[in-house]
């Protein structure tokens, strides 16, 4: 897998004349059930998932590193006749729209995410451990948290990060969250290593 920006902005930059890749099949399988509030799209890439909430009527903050993937995403996104703009960070947006998208680039390893501001995050193929509690915090009471990444089962199988520190442990993703209530949990080993979680915060009422 790319490992730099350069990297991405390459990969990104050959998908640009590609069809869109189809939604993870847990975002698409789970979308009836998954809050329409305001979304955050962690490592959004090409936007597959941003655009499938924001096709729903959901406002979607998306953050990448990459500026080419996000330029892909605007073009998508203005394609489709959505709402789409820019924003210089997490904490510089404007006032948020009942439906759009919001693009964001950032280096997600240096990445400062507002507390109490989403009803749902997605977080897929992508691991950053040290972002975990951050991610808690940024959900609101009853908020959702959707993550599907590799584990180290993933070496067993072409493609996918090869590097251990970033491919999850048997069962370190369902102990990951403590703040959350895990709402399902699964991991996959047939052609592919992945472990996938949702879980919700709980309602500080009750």
Known sequence: ??????????????AADEPPSEPASIVSELLPLLPSGPALDIACGTGRHALLLAARG???????????????????ARKAGAHVR???????????????L?????DLERIALPERCYDLI????YLQRELFPR????LRPNGVLLMETFTRTQL??????RNPAYLLESGELRKAFPE?????YRELRAGVGIASLVAKKRDEKS
């Open 86 to 100: 820019r924003a210089e960070s997490l904490h510089k947006t404007g006032p948020l729209q009942k439906s759009g």
């Open 58 to 76: 959901q406002h979607v903050t998306a953050v990448d590193f990459s500026k080419v993937a996000l330029d892909v995403l605007e073009a998508r």
């Open 102 to 106: 919001e693009l964001i680039q950032a």
């Open 135 to 138: 991610m808690a915090r940024a």
């Open 1 to 14: 897998m790319p490992s730099s920006q350069s990297d991405w902005d390459a990969k990104h930059g050959l």
């Open 180 to 184: 959350l209530r895990v709402l399902f």
């Open 156 to 161: 067993e199988f072409a493609g996918g990060p």
């Open 122 to 125: 997605l977080c897929i193929q």
